[in-house]
């Protein structure tokens, strides 16, 4: 099977790396940077914008690609996946409308506020300034600003850690509206939620909705999550596919709020067919939306496709097909720990074009997996974007073991680059899960005295 991948970082070659575990798989990619990793996996391949519809189709038709997977939110944004269809080419990835749930985060609380899907939060969206200064001067509690559209992870500022005033929030949200940051002239506020934040990605056809196991990821440029919001410095899961803090109830509550959005969206005459990702917070009433993409995360990918016993280009194809089983997926009970490498002064000022070394044979010695990101250049010699450099996955029966194992796949990588030793680690986790403890703590005192 002749198949396209879209997209060139880490959760790319992620998925380049779980499609060619399949024999019959060739593999051809389209990415704007030459990922030595995906390269070496590829048949051959389209350097491009990733967002230039026009070009891709017309590889994708001259190659006669059988099946595309399109990694980035960009080209589904901008409709590729229905210009493909178009020329006959099966699609995983969900068309413009029903990416709208990542796109446009109004149409995705409006969506959950009409059906009545749980896990909603207190939120009201606004283009003009002055309404928006008269709601945040009266609502009383602590807040979330975020642009309507695609930020890359970037636009969400919060009162208490990026904004300290009310005026800081009015400054920001005024900022959204005029300059359409995020391209759209509306800007989004939401109460503030306490709790851990998590992750459950879905493989869905439109119908079936078939969950993974559960990760959590940091967005926090810096160690013990300070600093601004990245595109996620690294990840962890754990064996039995739920988290430290997480038990089966809560990780089952938010699945259920997945499927109820899956079958919102094909009530609405659109059908999702891909990768649905809920982002929860989970909090004293349980797990609370704080966004959905329409795609997999990264490096939430980075995480699970390494534990995919089954064949990931079936499942694609099965998602293409509307034919997606629940039997078809299948994980392995590993812990994992991926820690991005990202440049210096990512997440403020990057220092852009250097040079990175990396020794492959003794990474694979250790047991860890390697993935490149939005990079260029060979195996073992990488030069460095304004984005992430690479991600380092350890795979192991606990997260003690897997921690282990990617801190000693870090020591083979050398260049002007930084990472977050704390994710993963003992003493994080640690102070992660008695975080929930106290919340439940508090919201089991409050009913207590009111009974």
């Known amino acids: 099977m002749k198949v396209l991948l879209v997209g060139g970082g880490g959760r790319e070659h992620a998925m380049a790396k779980a499609l060619v575990r399949s ?56 409709c590729l996946p229905a210009a493909l269809a178009k020329s006959k080419i099966k699609v995983c990835a969900p068309f413009k409308k029903p990416a709208m749930i990542e796109t446009s985060k109004v149409y995705a609380r409006t969506l959950m506020k009409k059906y009545n899907i749980p896990g909603q939060v207190e939120y009201a969206a606004f283009s003009n ?16 600003v975020k642009p309507i559209g695609l930020t ?35 800007v989004l506020i939401e109460e503030k939620l306490e709790g851990e934040e998590f992750t459950v990605m879905c493989f869905s056809d439109g119908k079936t909705v078939v969950p ?13 999550d300070y600093g601004p919001n990245t595109g996620g410095m690294g990840s962890y899961t754990q ?43 989970l909090t004293s009433e349980g797990p609370k939306v704080v966004e959905f993409n329409c795609r997999m995360g990264d490096p939430e990918a980075m995480n699970l496709l390494p534990l995919l016993e089954s064949s990931f280009v079936d499942i694609c194809y099965s998602i293409a097909n509307g034919e997606l089983k629940e039997s078809q997926v299948k994980f392995k009970k590993k812990a994992t720990v991926c820690k991005y490498v990202v440049p210096n ?48 996955v350890g795979i192991a029966d606990t997260l003690e073991e897997a921690y282990t194992q990617a801190e000693n796949a870090l020591k083979h990588i050398q260049g002007a ?35």
């Open 212 to 224: 993974m196991p559960a990760v959590q990821d940091h967005k926090r440029a810096f160690e013990n």
């Open 23 to 78: 024999e019959d798989v060739e593999l051809y990619a389209a990415l704007k940077n030459k990922n030595p990793g995906i390269i070496g996996l590829c048949k051959d391949y389209l350097l491009t914008n990733e967002v230039d519809i026009e070009k891709i189709e017309i590889y994708a038709k001259m190659k006669g690609i059988d099946l595309a997977i399109i990694g980035p939110e960009g080209p589904i944004e901008v």
């Open 417 to 451: 680059v930084y990472v977050r030793h704390d994710i993963g680690s003992k003493e994080m986790i640690e102070k992660k899960v008695a975080k929930m403890r106290e919340i439940k703590a508090k919201r089991n005192a409050k009913h207590a005295s009111i009974d």
């Open 152 to 186: 890359g992870g970037k636009g969400v500022k919060i009162v208490g850690e990026q904004l300290l005033t009310r005026e800081d929030v009015i400054e920001y949200a005024s900022k959204i509206i005029e300059t359409k940051y995020g391209n759209s002239d509306q």
């Open 239 to 281: 064996a039995d596919g739920l988290l430290p803090f997480l038990e089966k109830a809560d990780y089952e509550k938010a699945v259920e709020i997945i499927r109820k959005t899956a079958d919102a969206i094909r009530a609405e005459g659109l059908g999702f067919k891909g990768f649905l990702y809920g982002q929860f917070m």
């Open 345 to 392: 002064g990512y997440g403020t000022e990057t220092i852009e074009s250097s040079i990175v070394k990396v020794d492959e044979n003794e990474i694979a010695k250790t047991g860890a997996e390697l993935f490149y990101s939005v990079v260029s250049g060979v195996p073992g010699e990488v030069t460095t974007t304004s984005s992430r450099t690479l991600g380092i």
């Open 129 to 144: 300034v002055d309404d928006m200064k008269r709601y945040i001067y009266s609502y009383k509690k602590e807040v979330v």
